[in-house]
Nanobody, 129 residues
Framework: QLQIVESGGGLVQPGGSLRLSCTASGFALDGAMIGWFRQASGKEREGVSCISVYSRTKYSDSVKGRFTITRDNAKKTAYLQINSLKPEDTAVYYC???????????????????????WGQGTQVTVSS
């Protein structure tokens, strides 16, 4: 069964850090594009970061310099290291996978569902003192 599971969310104080994980089961990640998205209460889902098949990365302006995306194909897992957290980072964070991206060297943080084949259920990140 094809499945994506996110983990690592939680409650953290402003300025703190978390590492989110996105683990795939039922398929290999080697040829996949991976993206991280978030959705705050009452807002649309927004792209945060992505990593291409060849590990080229992209970040939204709001997280650039604070978030780092990596991948470990052997573990079928992608990570999102999030540092210097701010209250406005509070959201449910989702991982998405495109199993056969048309341009493997690149990735997109567009949340348009046509770009992505699988979505996880999300993990809550709450930044509050």
């Amino acid at each position: 069964q094809l499945q994506i599971v996110e983990s690592g969310g939680g409650l953290v104080q402003p300025g703190g850090s978390l590492r989110l994980s996105c683990t795939a089961s039922g398929f290999a990640l080697d040829g996949a594009m991976i993206g991280w998205f978030r959705q705050a209460s009452g807002k649309e889902r927004e792209g945060v970061s992505c990593i291409s098949v060849y590990s080229r990365t992209k970040y939204s302006d709001s997280v650039k310099g604070r978030f780092t995306i990596t991948r470990d194909n052997a573990k079928k897992t992608a990570y999102l290291q999030i540092n210097s957290l701010k209250p406005e980072d509070t959201a449910v964070y989702y991982c998405a996978i495109a199993s056969s991206p048309p341009l493997p060297a690149f990735c997109t943080i567009s949340a348009r569902r046509g770009h992505w084949d699988y979505w996880g259920q999300g993990t809550q990140v709450t930044v509050s003192s």
